[in-house]
């Protein structure tokens, strides 16, 4: 099995590079067999990709985030899952390249440097560890991608606004879409970021009984960070579907959301105490 994921591990950057081709050619000139290709072959990585992540857990006995580079190729695959789940709902491939970008940068990263040890804390091989983090990751990178498309929504209408759109601009999707796309990531996210919740609060409430973790989990830094995500871009969604407001507001709120996001993220990780910082 071994050799079978050193194969794969070659094979999906170069899978994601002509992926990521097909949706230049389709942004620059949109013919329709390029339009057709770029989904099915992207289609095509994607199911390699997890059939790799599924090997990989296998062979090692732990969903592979165990450290960085692992946790890279799983990011790659979570947002090209995201993005591929968008352009089914919304029929629009113009910002492929754009998601396809960083898949590529992830996946590079991942397969030049991953390192699989079989050795890794016994509480990283609890399948309902496996679901929660999966689904957390899912979570946070759908956040990453309405980020993206916050961004191109805001930058969309500032160029219209002063009537100086350039041939980047005019290729992107309209304003209405973009701001579909957006909401699309956002609400993609809030279910990840819930199922990941509920499944996190089950493990944990069997492991604090067990004894092993402290009775104060529920307390913990990053565990109270992502509630308050939770409720930020619960929000975001109520302002959406609910209180209609602008869509030019609601991206720029996802930009703030996802700013706090990295912000806080970075804060808990480095300064503060988490029983999250096993390997």
């Known amino acids: ?114 390192t699989h040890t079989r050795e890794v804390d016994e509480i990283l091989r609890s399948p309902l560890f496996g679901a929660h983090v999966s689904t957390a990751l899912l979570g946070y990178v759908a956040f990453s991608v309405a980020a993206v498309y916050g961004a191109m929504y805001c930058l969309l209408f500032r160029e219209l606004k002063k009537h100086r759109v350039g041939l980047l601009f005019r290729r992107l999707p309209n304003l209405e879409t973009l701001s579909r796309l957006n909401m699309g990531a956002v609400l993609l996210g809030w279910v990840f970021l819930t199922l990941a919740i509920g499944m996190g609060a089950l493990w944990a409430g069997r492991l604090s009984a067990s004894g092993l973790l402290p009775p104060d989990v529920f307390l913990d830094p990053k565990v109270i960070l992502t509630g308050l995500l939770w409720l930020l871009y619960g929000l975001v969604l109520g302002g959406r579907f609910w209180l209609r407001w602008p869509h030019r507001q609601l991206a720029r709120l996802t930009l703030v959301a996802f700013a706090l996001m990295v912000a806080s993220s970075l804060a808990v990780n480095l300064l503060l105490p988490s029983f999250h910082q096993f390997s």
Not at 90 to 104: E, H, I, N, R, S
């Open 1 to 114: 099995m071994l050799a079978v994921l050193q194969l794969l591990n070659i094979l999906l950057p170069l899978g994601y590079l002509l992926a990521g081709v097909g949706y230049l050619v389709v942004f620059t000139h949109a013919p329709e067999w390029a339009r057709r290709w770029s989904r099915t072959f992207a289609l095509g990585v994607a199911g390699l990709h997890f059939v790799y992540l599924v090997l990989c857990t296998l062979e090692f006995r732990h969903v592979p985030v165990a450290n960085v580079w692992e946790s890279f190729t799983f990011i790659a695959f979570a947002m090209v899952v995201v993005y591929l789940a968008l352009e089914w709902r919304w029929k629009d491939q113009a910002t492929g390249v754009f998601l396809l970008a960083p898949v590529l940068f992830f996946q590079v990263l991942s397969s030049a440097f991953v």
